[in-house]
């Protein structure tokens, strides 16, 4: 009684400690720095908006003719699920993997333009700037999931429009924009040129769309393919999507899981990024 009478804390009792002030300032300025980059990259979203509608429109041709087509025939099986219920959220994965693949030719043309110096030589963190980047990429992907989300309720998909499985579509949709955004910054910083940049994108995007979930189960695949399909990123992308977009009980212990799998792959992407950011200007 003593010991509280004198306000210490009787034994085995832990004392807090307190946040150091200088770690908190580090935080809020790296949290500042992100928006203001991600910010930035979204004004140039403003000045050209019909970017948005034009990457739209191959999304759009998948759902109203490969997913109508294949709906009436029936090759692929989907279970309970009609084929455009299975190809929706799919090719909303699609749109979030194609809009950011590319999105490493915009660090080659700052460079380019004089741009990149000024942010490197900056005392901005590193991880900031690319997490800021990522970020934008996400509200651009965003607004593809809009769009999609339209059209698949317009072809009688049946959507699933309780606000956690909305809320939870748009952490899903910025965690993968944020990992393919990137995977693309990484491997602009190794290229660092326009024109392999665009070849090796396009080489990569079609086996990363492919050996995935997002057309057809992985359990119709050969097993080499299923053993690729379990290490793709755009995989546990599909699966979380599907599991929330569409009509139904939701299994929170498989969107644990692929949102478990999701951050640790963003964890590892902006740390890499971060780490080679500057070579692109070498």
């Not at 946040?19 to 140039?44: S, W, Y």
């Not at 090759?75 to 219920?85: F, K, Q, R, V």
């Not at 769309?209 to 053993?227: E, G, H, K, N």
């Not at 929330?244 to 939701?250: N, P």
Request: overall charge positive; proline content about 5%.
């Amino acid at each position: 009684m003593k010991l509280l009478e004198q306000g210490a804390p009787p034994d085995g009792w832990a004392k807090a400690a307190p946040i150091p002030q200088n770690i908190l300032e580090q935080a809020g300025d790296f949290i500042r720095i992100t928006l203001i980059v991600a910010e930035l990259e979204v004004r140039k979203l403003a000045h050209d908006a019909t970017d948005l509608v034009v990457r739209a429109i191959q999304p759009a041709l998948w759902l109203i003719i490969f997913g109508q087509v294949f709906t009436q025939i029936r090759a692929i099986p989907t279970g309970d699920l009609s084929y455009i219920e299975f190809l929706a959220p799919g090719i909303l994965a699609q749109s979030v993997l194609f809009i950011s693949i590319f999105y490493g030719i915009a660090i080659i043309w700052e460079r380019d333009l004089g741009i990149l110096q000024k942010f490197l030589v900056s005392p901005a963190p590193r991880a900031a700037l690319v997490m800021g980047k990522a970020l934008s990429a996400g509200v651009r992907a965003l607004s593809q999931a809009v769009i999609i989300y339209l059209l698949a309720f317009a072809m009688g998909v049946q959507i699933n429009w309780n606000p956690l499985a909305l809320l939870g579509v748009v952490l899903v949709v910025f965690l993968g924009a944020s990992i393919f955004a990137t995977f693309s910054l990484i491997v602009a910083c190794i290229v660092k040129t326009r024109e392999r940049f665009m070849g090796i994108g396009q080489v990569l995007t079609m086996p990363l769309f492919f050996a995935s979930s997002a057309i057809y189960p992985i359990a119709i695949m050969p097993i080499w393919l299923q053993a690729i399909a379990r290490v793709n990123p755009l995989t546990y992308l599909v699966d979380a999507l599907r599991t929330l977009m569409l009509r139904g009980e939701l299994d929170m212990g498989r969107i644990s899981i692929d949102l478990g799998v999701l951050m640790i792959v963003m964890v590892v992407m902006i740390w890499l990024g971060a780490r080679m950011y500057p070579r692109v200007a070498m």
